[in-house]
């Protein structure tokens, strides 16, 4: 009787090892099937794709390319300078930001930026620019 009760713990403890060591043998898997014979899994997703970036606001850049001009016009260049380059950051190809850049540089009297940006205002320019290239010809 007392074989019987120490063997006990000896043979729960050859269980769990058994069952633990089971528990870390690899999977069984199925063997590859050829191309010819393999379907092909098609997934549908239930999203849908997400919408292109909407262009930056045309109103907002409006905005402060109406209040660039008029600091531009009341001679207060560097508000100029700080509203026309918050209109380049809204949109990058802004003709009209690059413009009163030019000439606010212009007007500070930095000829070489001022050509810099009227470049780029003519560049950016499709149709009719406001005298970008009259700006950029009396500069050159």
Known sequence: MCLQDTSFPLRAV???????????????????????????????STES????SPPPARA????????AREHLIDGQYQRAISLA???????????ESYRILAESHLG?????QALKFARQAVRFCRSDCHGARELLQSLQ
């Open 108 to 112: 500070l009297g930095d000829r070489q």
């Open 49 to 52: 794709p997400a919408p292109p």
């Open 14 to 44: 050859g269980l769990l090892l058994i069952l633990t060591l089971a528990g870390c043998a690899a999977p069984v898997s199925k063997p590859p099937q050829s191309p010819a014979t393999a379907t092909p899994t098609v997934t549908r």
């Open 85 to 95: 380059e918050r209109g380049l950051r809204m949109d990058r190809r802004h003709w």
């Open 60 to 67: 907002a850049i409006e905005a402060v390319t109406q209040q």
